[in-house]
């Protein structure tokens, strides 16, 4: 299982905070992730300063424009999902 952490804190907000989680929810629901993605959000993440949606994967840390979240996805879980 691996856990996708999406900053809802006011920066991130301001940034497409809810952009991002709905994106990640929906392809969730077209590749039928469920089972090996667990969707949460949280505040702050004290990642503030660099541009972008704070966003954390596993151990990851990443900042990522909301209208990206799409490619951002795919591009993490390619080889996530081809290990499956
Ligand atoms: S509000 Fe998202 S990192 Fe601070």
Known sequence: ?????VCIGSAC???GAYNVVQTFQQMIEEKSLHGEIEL????CMR???NPGVAVTVGEMKYNIPADGARDFFNSI??????RL
């Open 13 to 15: 907000h301001i940034r």
């Open 47 to 49: 990642e503030c300063h």
């Open 77 to 82: 879980f390619q080889v996530k999902i081809h």
């Open 40 to 43: 949460k959000t949280t505040f």
């Open 1 to 5: 299982m691996t856990e996708i952490d």
